[in-house]
């Protein structure tokens, strides 16, 4: 199983990217989804996560209302679209995903993980 995630990059305080996250090797329609971060110092946390049929999601309190997670599941694809981009946003996003959606909140309920990509917002 591979769960390559893309999409990050440099871009200034208010900008946008998309976070793409597409799994080989794995029946994505039966996973969960979720991202979570890492800054340099810093705690992986959660971000965002989506239900088995994309239709519920979920957010932390710091990205709620400016970030978007959506599941495709016949693009087998997974997107974070991030608007309104702060610097406190900086780090390194991963995508996840999780067989049983026990605890989206916690990096342990997850059974796979991505590389991760690089976001830097700049003041």
């Known amino acids: 199983v591979q769960l390559q995630a893309s999409g990050g990059g440099l871009v200034q305080a208010g900008g946008s990217l998309r976070l793409s996250c597409a799994p080989s090797?794995?029946?994505?329609?039966?996973?969960?989804m979720g991202w979570f971060r890492q800054a340099p110092g810093k705690e992986r946390e959660f971000v965002a996560a989506?239900?088995?049929?994309?239709?519920?999601?979920y957010y932390s309190d710091s990205v709620k209302g400016r970030f978007t997670i959506s599941k495709n599941n016949v693009e087998n694809t997974m997107y974070l679209q991030m608007n309104s981009l702060k610097p406190e946003d900086t780090a390194v996003y991963y995508c996840?995903?999780?067989?049983?959606?026990?605890?989206?909140?916690?990096?342990?309920?997850?059974?796979?993980w991505g590389q991760g990509t690089q976001v830097t917002v700049s003041s």
């Open positions: 996840a995903a999780d067989r049983y959606g026990t605890d989206y909140t916690n990096a342990n309920s997850y059974d796979y």
């Open positions: 989506v239900s088995v049929s994309g239709i519920n999601t």
């Open positions: 090797g794995l029946a994505f329609g039966i996973y969960s």
